[in-house]
Nanobody
Framework: QVQLVESGGGLVQAGGSLRLSCAAS????????MGWFRQAPGKEREFVAA????????YYADSGKGRFTISRDNAKNTVYLQMNSLKHEDTAVYYC???????????????????WGQGTQVTVSS
């Protein structure tokens, strides 16, 4: 099992920045792919970004390209999501997810990830 704990959410004004963290523990070797998803009230969970921990290859949803950056610190078993130029529509609960292996074509599919954190609320005031 892999345990994931998110932190860093909060309330920020539009145009501001936040950095989310996701710390993995347990069988961390089972978390070779880590991603961020978000879910706004009344909406489905959607892909934000993902990273392959061994090679650092990153993937982004169009909504975050140019504004969000996913990174990792393998020594700390932690993945980060730097979010800049935040918009009101970025308001959501952000979830960290992990899995041993996901093909690139499925990297944005929530069902492909076996491990999930509890989520952290991000609220962007307009």
């Amino acid at each position: 099992q892999v345990q994931l704990v998110e932190s860093g959410g909060g309330l920020v004004q539009a145009g501001g920045s936040l950095r989310l963290s996701c710390a993995a523990s347990g069988r961390t070797f089972s978390a070779s792919v880590m991603g961020w998803f978000r879910q706004a009230p009344g909406k489905e969970r959607e892909f934000v970004a993902a990273i392959r921990l061994n090679r650092g290859i990153t993937y982004y949803a169009d909504s975050g390209k140019g504004r969000f950056t996913i990174s990792r610190d393998n020594a700390k078993n932690t993945v980060y999501l730097q979010m800049n130029s935040l918009k009101h529509e970025d308001t959501a609960v952000y979830y960290c997810a992990a899995d041993p292996a996901i093909i690139t074509a499925a990297i944005a599919e929530a069902d492909e990830y076996n491990y999930w954190g509890q989520g952290t609320q991000v609220t962007v005031s307009s």
